[in-house]
T-cell receptor, first 111, second 112 residues
């Protein structure tokens, strides 16, 4: 069974402070990991995926297979980063289409 | 303008009634999904479909049914057997297993 755990329901940081949203997963194979973001009154949208190894809006995330983690980081938080963030996992099996999501972390950036 | 459209945005249902939520995409995506989003629960998979005329149960399929007669459409029926149907329902699509999902804007269902 695959599982995604986001230990923090709510994370509050001051503007300009570093941000780290934690994500741990449980999966026996080689998963594909994603971060999705939902801004207020907007659709859930893809932020980044580990395969791309890209930085979007200043956010980065590195897959750590040893610690089974995929934490989302940003060195300097901005007010517009306030949103709900979901970590998600896709399995590596041939029939693995669906994503398993964590329960989400609400990030609040304090001006 | 390609995208995924869910309708209606808000839906009210009386107890004991079935109701169908619409999801249409013009992205030419093969796979489509239905998730339920509850506060503090994240997104939980209800059903998904990889190709036309085929679909699989997700983690919380009881009380729901789907059909996939066309590539573009993946309607979800919330039946009277669903014990706690009041929730926010999200539809998504993807190109096979590649890439991430494109999400719809959601339907908020309230049982009155």
């Amino acid at each position: 069974a695959q599982r995604v755990t986001q230990p923090e329901k709510l994370l509050s940081v001051f503007k300009g402070a570093p941000v780290e949203l934690k994500c741990n997963y449980s999966y026996s194979g080689s998963p594909e990991l994603f971060w999705y973001v939902q801004y207020s009154r907007q659709r859930l949208q893809l932020l980044l995926r580990h395969i791309s190894r890209e930085s979007i809006k200043g956010f980065t995330a590195d897959l750590n297979k040893g610690e089974t983690s995929f934490h989302l980081k940003k060195p300097f938080a901005q007010e517009e980063d306030s949103a709900m963030y979901y970590c998600a996992l896709r399995g590596s099996g041939a029939g693995s289409y669906q994503l398993t999501f964590g329960k989400g972390t609400k990030l609040s950036v304090i001006p | 303008d390609g995208g995924i459209t869910q309708s209606p945005k808000y839906l009210f249902r009386k107890e004991g009634q079935n109701v169908t939520l619409s999801c249409e995409q013009n992205l030419n995506h093969d796979a489509m999904y239905w998730y339920r989003q509850d506060p503090g629960q994240g997104l939980r998979l209800i059903y998904y479909s990889q190709i036309v005329n085929d679909f699989q149960k997700g983690d919380i399929a009881e009380g729901y049914s789907v059909s996939r007669e066309k590539k573009e459409s993946f309607p979800l029926t919330v039946t009277s057997a669903q014990k706690n149907p009041t929730a926010f329902y999200l539809c998504a699509s993807s190109v096979h297993r590649e890439g991430g999902y494109t999400f719809g804007s959601g339907t908020r269902l309230t049982v009155v």
